[in-house]
């Protein structure tokens, strides 16, 4: 009984932490993006890659905001602490580049070797959305690690143990890309394997980079 009861408790303790977390960064996130109103739909087909990047840039930021809204007022405590120490930044950032390219590559090639997907010729070139894009993806990926092995992983973590918070908050980065996967198994499992390999990445380094 004691037992049952102490578990009840760390679930309540982590649960209405990351509830909490969500409903401060659904608050900032209406701020940029309910005055818009039914104009968001005309934006994204008038500007599709400016919506983009306006969209990954507000996430980033509200992410950013909320969770030092939660560790400054709740944890009391740095927001370097979440993972942003300098130490060993630039070490850490080119191994992660290295393992999520080899993490991709191997994904399109099992893909492309069983006939699931295939090469396309690109058509056209330019610049331009070539920069926009890539910035628009450098603040998705920053929305999506602090999501991943940010505030509510390592609340997990800290509350429970260490393999809980990785496959729970592997299930929840899957949930976050459910709408691409269209009810096939590879992708889910793909990117599954990837917020572990993520949380495990962040477990050696303590670093988010």
């Known amino acids: 009984m004691l037992t049952l009861k102490s578990a009840l408790i760390t679930t309540w303790k982590i649960l209405w932490r990351i509830l909490l977390f969500f409903l401060g960064w659904a608050i900032l996130l209406s701020v940029f993006f309910v005055p818009l109103g039914s104009k968001i739909t005309q934006l994204q087909k008038a500007y599709p890659l ?30 370097k602490t979440i993972g942003l120490s300098l130490t060993h930044f630039f070490r850490d950032m080119l191994t992660g580049l290295a393992v999520g390219v080899a993490w ?10 069983f006939g699931w997907a295939s090469l396309k010729q690109p058509v056209g070139f ?8 890539s910035i628009s993806m450098l603040f998705n990926v920053i929305a999506q690690e602090f999501l991943l092995c940010g505030f509510i992983f390592q609340t997990i973590r800290t509350k429970s143990n260490t393999i809980i918070a990785v496959v729970i908050s592997a299930i929840l980065f ?22 572990i390999l993520l949380c495990l990445a962040y477990i050696i380094t303590n670093n988010l980079w």
């Open 126 to 133: 330019s610049w331009s959305v070539l920069i926009l894009s």
């Open 104 to 113: 991709l590559a191997l994904s399109v090639g099992i893909a492309c070797a």
């Open 50 to 79: 400016g919506m983009q990047l306006y969209a990954d840039f507000i996430t980033a930021i509200t992410i950013l905001t909320a969770t030092w809204g939660m560790t400054h007022f709740i944890d009391h405590r740095p927001l």
């Open 174 to 195: 899957a949930s976050y890309h459910a709408g691409a996967f269209k009810g096939d198994w590879l992708p889910i499992l793909n990117v599954f394997g990837a917020g």
